[in-house]
C-alpha cells in the first residue's frame, strides 16, 4: 500500500525555524514528486511547491518562494518542508502528496495524501 | 498564471437530489489537467476525478465529471450523506499546479 505518513504537530513562537517531515512508503521514493500544500484555518488549499527525490529537482509555487524550503532525504524516503523564521501567518495545516505519475507528465495529479501536519504559531 | 474560480461558495441540498459544481480557467486547458478533489471535515483532501472525466480508484459511479477548455463541471447525481464535504478541483500548467477556491456542499 503507498502511503505517506507525516510528521507530528507543532507548536512554535515567531522568529522560530522548523522542519516537517513526510515519509513515504510502499513505492519507489526516488521516482515520484511529492508536493506540499498548505490549508490555513478554516481556508482552502494553496499549492507551495513540488520536489523530485531521484535528483532534488524542485519547483516553488511563485507564493511561497523564497519563504520555505523543500529538500528530501532519498536514504530515508522522506521529504520535508522548512522554515529559517516562522510567522503567526505560517499556522496551517501543511499536507504532503504524490503526484500519481512516476515518469508520464500527463499524470500529474495528487495522489495519495499524507495525513497533515498542523503548525502553530504563537508568541 | 492560470486562475481556477469554482461556484457556488457554498451549496445547500438534501440527500437524494443532484449537485452540480463548476470550475472555471481563467485561460483555456486541456482537460486532460483538471483534476477535482473532495475534502471532510479533519480530513485530508481525496481525488475524486482526473482528466476532467475518469473517476478515481473506488470513487462511486454518483460522482462524474464532464467540461473542457475553461468550464468543467463536477455531478453528483444523488447526494448520499457521506458527500456533503468541501470540493475543490485543480490544475497542472506551466510546471504550477493550481486549485480553486472550493465549493462547500452542506445539507439543506
Redo the contacts between chains.
Sequence with gaps: EVQLVQSGAEVKKPGESLKISCKGSGYSFTSYWI?W?RQMPGK????MG?IYPGDSDT?Y??SFQGQVTISADKSISTAYLQWSSLKASDTAMY?C?RR?GATTP?V?????????TLVTVSS | EIVLTQSPGTLSLSPGERATLSCRASQSISSSYLAWYQQKPGQAPRLLIYGASSRATGIPDRFSGSGSGTDFTLTISRLEPEDFAVYYCQQFGSSLYTFGQGTKLEIK
Design positions: 508536493g500544500v482552502g488549499l494553496e499549492w513540488i519547483r509555487s511563485p499536507y502528496a500519481a500527463d500529474w495529479w495528487f495522489d495519495p495524501w499524507g495525513q497533515g
